[in-house]
T-cell receptor, first 115, second 115 residues
Framework: ETGVTQSPTHLIKTRGQQVTLRCSSQSGHNTVSWYQQALGQGPQFIFQYYREEENGRGNFPPRFSGLQFPNYSSELNVNALELDDSALYLC??????????????FGAGTRLSVL | GESVGLHLPTLSVQEGDNSIINCAYS??????FIWYKQESGKGPQFIIDIRSNMDKRQGQRVTVLLNKTVKHLSLQIAATQPGDSAVYFC??????????????FGTGTQLKVEL
């Protein structure tokens, strides 16, 4: 177990709706990254949060947004859901974003289905 | 463009045999690589990492080899066990403009252990 917890485990939404996914990082970790994993693919980086600020972003539209809280937990929000947003959403926490060796530890993910 | 790719999508081995999973990368400036294992219904689990100033690194039953000349990584699993059945990803750790790091994953290799 990595100590990274995500909720909910599964979620079903319809096209156009909004969704919020949650992540609690491993104790002592101040950096949270979010990834989207489509079926049969490797995870794709969405963004990273460090000390409540977005620290970097992948190639995802603005309707993907996030927050990090003072306790380092994080939320991923997706507005105007599209069918292609159906995927496993993974949260990873790490000790700090700038270390030469920055191991990211993953949660089990939230499986989102958009109908 | 930058990519991290795997040579074989599926690898079947007999229990007790050694497994070798290969990975190619395209960015010669990459300096840190990680192998993850992902079991069905779970998030990626850190296995082992290697920096570009090393050619080889060993862990418990696993060895990672890095050949910078041909931009190739391999993960060797000794005495493969049924519990090793999973999808294996190599990931390239890349710096972000904001100072953080992101992981770029390949598609993955499905390892199947036959009894």
């Amino acid at each position: 177990e990595t100590g990274v917890t995500q909720s909910p485990t599964h979620l079903i939404k319809t096209r156009g709706q909004q969704v919020t996914l949650r992540c609690s990082s491993q104790s002592g970790h101040n950096t949270v990254s979010w990834y989207q994993q489509a079926l049969g693919q490797g995870p794709q980086f969405i963004f990273q949060y460090y000390r409540e600020e977005e620290n970097g972003r992948g190639n995802f539209p603005p309707r993907f947004s996030g927050l990090q809280f003072p306790n380092y937990s994080s939320e991923l929000n997706v507005n105007a859901l599209e069918l292609d947003d159906s995927a496993l959403y993974l949260c990873a926490s790490s000790l700090n974003p700038r270390g030469a060796k920055n191991i990211q530890y993953f949660g089990a993910g939230t499986r989102l289905s958009v109908l | 463009g930058e990519s991290v790719g795997l040579h074989l999508p599926t690898l079947s081995v007999q229990e007790g045999d050694n497994s070798i999973i290969n990975c190619a990368y395209s960015n010669s400036a990459s300096d840190y690589f990680i192998w993850y294992k992902q079991e069905s219904g779970k998030g990626p689990q850190f296995i082992i990492d290697i920096r570009s100033n090393m050619d080889k690194r060993q862990g418990q039953r696993v060895t990672v080899l890095l050949n910078k000349t041909v931009k190739h990584l391999s993960l060797q699993i000794a005495a493969t066990q049924p519990g090793d059945s999973a999808v294996y990803f190599c990931a390239e750790n890349k710096g972000l403009t904001g100072g953080g790091n992101k992981l770029t994953f390949g598609t993955g290799t499905q390892l199947k252990v036959e009894l």
